[in-house]
């Protein structure tokens, strides 16, 4: 079968002889039409041909078949006898490489799909776009890629931090704010080693970073006379975290204000239950370390255990996990939980299936089995007979009493909603927080500062984040510190207030790269990560 020409590279002379075809592949017979060529040492042409071989070649794929060349290419005497080499193969412009086995079009291909897809997925893809390679491949194929340095940049650059392994190690992203590119990536967070990148760079006048100490030391040594701006992002977050310890403080009051929301019962029983929560085991002192939501709803389980409910309908009043249910109901006080012990239940089974147990409470069988020798726990018992009912298809006697749900808001919950405008929280929310504030006005007041810093960046006024810092160290709560530390940073702080600098595509950046390392499965060291991210930014940007 005759070839087009069109088929063959047309910055090649090669020359079809013929083609096979079989199922779903080509294979094309071609030879070399050069007349001569170059020593690979001394440059020097040569037309003496000394013997011929056969190099086989992918190409890139034809209507979904696959496409090999065998080409048939020859090796050439080096006549110069100055040259230490006097027999060379066959030189090829760069659509064939030595010792190559693919054509350059071919490669380019993969590279871009290996840039997209990372390797397994890569490779997966490969198949199906007729260029089927292992993950192997792909990722000597990104290897090989030229590093792209980016020498000089807009002068505005954006500094984070990024995981290799949360909590253990980390390296350093760099982004060009102007072009929103990555322009490298550095192998960890050190203050000397962002400085020496920084002085490398002297176009650099804008730093914007978070407020990590480094940062600010490599900044400040790197280039000492640019404009540094502290990220806004971690400045609300690093607020969100002030307010939230400060609601962990008000523990006792956030279970009066719960117990306050949720107080819809009917009059015939408020007595009753108010006395069930006196009876309630309470310290203080233990409470303060615990999450108040889970203090309520400890409290809230031991009245519903007193009223002598199922642990079903107390899991589906309060919206909480049976397990969790079971073990509140075991405890005489919150404490930490340790690891689940084995028990010898299952030699018990049968005998609490039988038709006499099956109206009896799973208090009184727990009595009756730990006589006869049970070694487990009331709230591992309670676990196993929820099991055991569910794999017998056995339906419990009792059903569950209608109940009204509760709510209970976490800390930082609690946090976010100081934050939001009254207009955007839902009914439920703002009705807890008018109760809040009553029960605690120095929230109120804290929520006034909170949102007074947020409007801080929206305005952009000279001078507002020292009158906010000032107002803020005389309230009495956490957020006094948060305007301490503040001033540890204020002038990279400041500038975030008054210019419009964001460190946002930055977290974008980071994102993406955490994709990009994901793709690799474990294979993404660093080099090969920051060729890959560099790589791609290139990519993405031409495009």
């Known amino acids: 079968m005759k070839v087009p020409r069109f088929i063959l590279p047309s910055n090649v002379k090669l020359r079809s002889n013929f083609c096979i075809y079989q199922t779903g592949s080509v294979l094309i017979h071609a030879l070399t039409c050069q007349l ?5 040492l001394c440059n020097k042409k040569s037309n003496r041909i000394h013997s011929k071989y056969v190099r086989a070649l992918a190409d890139l794929p034809a209507s979904g078949n696959l496409v090999r060349i065998r080409l048939v290419s020859r090796k050439y005497f080096c006549d110069n006898k100055a040259c230490s080499r006097k027999i060379f ?6 659509e064939i490489q030595p010792y190559g086995r693919r054509l350059g079009r071919s490669v380019n291909l993969i590279s871009k799909m290996a840039l997209e897809l990372g390797g397994n997925k890569g490779a997966n893809i490969s198949k199906f776009a007729g260029v089927p390679v292992s993950s192997s491949t792909i990722v000597r194929i ?23 392994k ?6 350093t992203i ?3 704010l102007d072009s929103n590119r990555v322009i490298d990536l550095l192998p960890d967070r050190e203050a000397g080693t962002l400085s020496a ?6 176009e650099i006048q804008v730093v914007s970073r978070d407020r990590y100490g480094p940062y600010a030391l490599g900044a400040t040594e790197g280039a000492p006379n640019a404009i540094q701006v502290a990220d806004r ?4 977050k690093n607020l969100g975290e002030a307010t939230s310890r400060m609601f962990q403080t008000k523990s006792k009051a956030l279970r009066e204000v719960f ?25 203080d002192q233990l409470d303060a370390r615990l999450n108040p939501v889970k203090v309520y709803l400890f409290k809230k389980v031991k009245e519903m255990q007193q009223q002598k409910l199922s642990k079903r309908a107390i899991a589906t009043a309060l919206k909480i996990n049976k397990k969790t249910v079971a073990r509140y109901m075991s405890l005489d006080a919150l404490y930490i939980r340790k690891g689940h012990s084995t028990t010898n239940f299952d030699s018990f089974a049968q005998i609490l299936l039988d038709e006499c147990n099956r109206n009896r409470t799973f208090k009184d069988l727990f009595q009756t089995i730990v006589k006869s020798g049970f070694n487990g726990k009331y709230t591992s018992f309670c676990e196993r007979m929820n099991n055991l009912y569910a794999s017998n298809k056995i339906s419990k006697p009792n059903k569950p009493p209608q109940i009204v749900p509760v709510r209970a808001w976490s800390p930082n919950k609690l946090s976010f909603l100081l934050y939001m405008d009254n207009e955007k929280l839902s009914a439920g929310d703002k009705r807890f927080m008018e109760l809040l504030y009553d029960k605690c006005p120095e929230v109120k007041h804290i929520e006034v500062l909170v949102k007074r810093f947020k409007n801080l960046f929206k305005m952009k006024e000279p001078g507002s984040l020292s009158q906010w810092i000032a107002d803020a160290q005389m309230a009495d709560s956490t957020i006094k510190n948060f305007a301490k530390n503040l001033l540890r940073d204020y002038e990279a702080v400041n500038n975030a207030v008054i210019t419009s600098y964001s460190n946002g595509q930055v977290e974008g950046q980071v994102n993406r790269l955490k994709n990009i390392k994901r793709m690799m499965y474990g294979r993404a060291g660093f080099q090969l990560l920051r060729k890959m991210v560099l790589s791609k930014s290139v990519l993405d940007h031409q495009n």
């Open 142 to 164: 990104i290897k090989k890629l030229p590093a792209r340095e980016q020498l000089v940049t807009s002068g505005i650059i954006g500094v984070d931090d990024w995981a290799f």
């Open 233 to 236: 992002f971690h400045l609300i």
């Open 197 to 202: 990148w920084i002085k490398k760079h002297p």
């Open 166 to 171: 949360k909590g253990r190690t980390y390296g």
């Open 174 to 176: 760099l982004v060009d």
């Open 89 to 94: 193969t066959e030189r090829f412009s760069k």
């Open 36 to 40: 001569s060529s170059r020593c690979p």
């Open 259 to 283: 117990s306050l929301y949720n107080n819809t019962v009917p009059d015939s029983l408020a007595a009753e239950q108010s006395k069930m929560v006196d009876s309630v085991p309470d310290n």
